[in-house]
Nanobody, 122 residues
């Protein structure tokens, strides 16, 4: 099974940018589709973005389309989330996940990271 560790969270002003990273170890990273989810206080976990194991296909949640970009580097076993034009409502703990399915299906999400907190101030 793959192990995931997120990093890159922090405090940023509205309109700013931040890049999250998720480093994987264990099973072959390139065999997994990867995704980002987030969970704000008092809310359910929300899908943010996903990327195919090849990196050739990706899709996004409606709330982040046009602002966030997911990418991966299979040589570095890392997936990234570039976040631009951040809004206070983007404040959440961001989690990466590894999936054996494409598109992502909850029953095929094999691993989760511990999360990294992003706080966007107004």
């Amino acid at each position: 099974q793959v192990q995931l560790v997120e990093s890159g969270g922090g405090l940023v002003q509205a309109g700013g940018s931040l890049t999250l990273s998720c480093a994987a170890s264990g099973r072959t990273f390139s065999s997994y589709a990867m995704g980002w989810f987030r969970q704000a206080p008092g809310k359910e976990r929300e899908f943010v973005a996903a990327i195919h194991w090849s990196g050739g296909n990706r899709y996004y949640g409606d709330s982040v389309k046009g602002r966030f970009t997911i990418s991966r580097d299979n040589a570095k076993n890392t997936v990234y989330l570039q976040m631009n034009s951040l809004k206070p409502e983007d404040t959440a703990v961001y989690y990466c996940t590894a999936s054996t399915s494409w598109p992502l299906r909850s029953r095929y999400l094999e691993a989760w990271g511990q999360g990294t907190l992003v706080t966007v101030s107004s």
